[in-house]
């Protein structure tokens, strides 16, 4: 099995319930697939704040955004399935 590291971006601000929540799910992944996460608060960046303001919390990986809540916050579920997926493809 490749033990490919995958590289994730949590996109969010500080006091954000929801990117919290997200946060915690990927850590817990990270008991299950290789990865690294970088956080970045949108607040620092006037251009990633216009872009994400409504959409938070967004997360990428390997340089893709992946999930973007529109319409829900993506869930431990999503998270799990979509790096399994990667990890069969990879």
Request: a negative charge.
């Amino acid at each position: 099995m490749n033990e490919k590291t995958f590289e994730l971006v949590l996109y969010g601000r500080n006091k954000c319930h929801l990117c919290d929540e997200v946060e915690l799910y990927i850590r817990s992944l990270a008991e299950e697939f290789p990865l690294r996460m970088r956080m970045v608060d949108i607040e620092s960046d006037p251009v990633l704040h216009e872009e994400m303001m409504f959409v938070i919390p967004v997360v990428e990986i390997d340089g893709e955004i992946v999930f973007r809540s529109i319409t829900h916050v993506v869930t431990l579920k999503e998270l799990h399935e979509e790096l399994y997926r990667r990890t069969a493809l990879s």
